[in-house]
């Protein structure tokens, strides 16, 4: 960092004592800036005698006008020096901190990524702010140890497609060994393998989970300036935050798969209690991520909201089969409480609860099982009762009755405001347009569930 002697001239007194020092010279001096220009003192002729002001090997500018520059010159630099110093360091604790804040950053930030695409890309997409590369990718242990594979990569390392073997190339070596590398004029290194982006430096973090080797962090450069074992601390921390956030990923995958079969099972017992509403419940989650989408939910709320619609008949498992239509208001009754009960104790169906409980209250207060009014029913509910309403009323009942969807919006519009919010009406009738109409039944599938809802 180039600090400016013209600043250090204008604090702490430092150009009286200066001036002292040149008044024992007897003649007239002064001092300029690395461009000439004055700084202190008269303009001298151009062929004054003159000499450097410095401090370390950085030239700060001149002394200039008499034979005694040369002293003067080498006071003026020691005078300079503790201050240069001072701001060396303040600039360095500076630099530091603002590394200490982004990896913080960048820790709360992984901490709430749990989707591995999604969390390789913010490893990525933050490396180059911490640590300057050209060059970035994140390489991952291929099943069955068949080797390393970029999973990821930004700049040229985007099109990385070698396949290393543990202990093969310096990656491999890294992975093999656990230990982080510095590996300035890779080339000339022999474990060295030439891939199809060319590189020059190269800094290769090994990523460790639960005691063994995931995979390597790579950063590489092509100019001149090599990496610092600073640009190596900093990578390694990166490196340390990305390997904790990578196991939670991969543990959050393992339970959602499990999570998944479950609701699988779950979905296939609901439907076979009713034939006519096969695929039901993914038709009436995904018409309520389109309404959740055109409310400008929040995506968190969205992920919620699309698992308490594909299980909001849930409850419906324990009911005796073929009941009568005069039933109905104990079939609503029993099922929405049933599910709740269910759901309960499974920790990952907390949040989803609410959707599942109260999706048959009206909004004009007359529903079951609370009758609830208004905004007094959860939002999620009051989306999932007109996708539930919608489905049902193109796809029948148990009866086998349909209507055309254009005669379900009337009844949806008929019924705004005593059975239906208006607003989750209004915002349906304006995207149902978008809506895939099904004329054939289809499978529900969890894995559906858990894709992205945000686009």
Known sequence: MKTSLKKLLAKGGLSETFLKLADLTGEPVAVVDLNGGLLWGKPSPLDAPRAPVTVGEEVMGWVVGNKGAQVLAEALGKMVEPQVASRALAAETLDTYRELSLLYNLGESLATSLEWEELIDKILANLTKIVDCDASSLMLLQPGNLGLMAAAGRGQDAQEKLLLKPGEGIAGSVFASGRPEVVNDALKDPRYVKGPAPIRHLICIPLRQAGSNMGVLNLSRTGDAPFTSRDLKLASALGFQASLALANSKHYTDLRRNLTGTIDSLVAA??????????????????????????????????????????????????????????????????????????????????VIEGVMFHH?????????????????????????VADAYDRYTKGNQQGKRLRPVQALDRLKHDSGTRFDPHVVAVFLDICGDLEVEETPSQSSAADIFGPVVR
């Open 270 to 351: 609901i439907e076979k209690l009713d034939q006519n509403q096969e695929g039901h419940s993914r038709r009436v989650a995904n018409h309520a991520l389109a309404i959740g989408k055109g409310m400008k939910l929040p995506g968190s709320v969205l992920v919620r909201l699309k698992l308490a619609a594909v299980l909001h008949d849930i409850g419906k498992i324990g009911l005796p089969e073929n009941l009568p239509s005069h039933y109905q208001r104990m079939i609503i009754e029993r099922h929405t409480r049933a599910g709740a009960e269910i759901l309960k104790p499974i920790a990952h169906m907390k949040d």
């Open 361 to 385: 209250e009206n909004y004009d207060g007359t529903g079951l099982p609370f009758r609830l009014k208004g905004d007094k029913i959860p939002v999620m509910a009051r989306v999932i009762a």
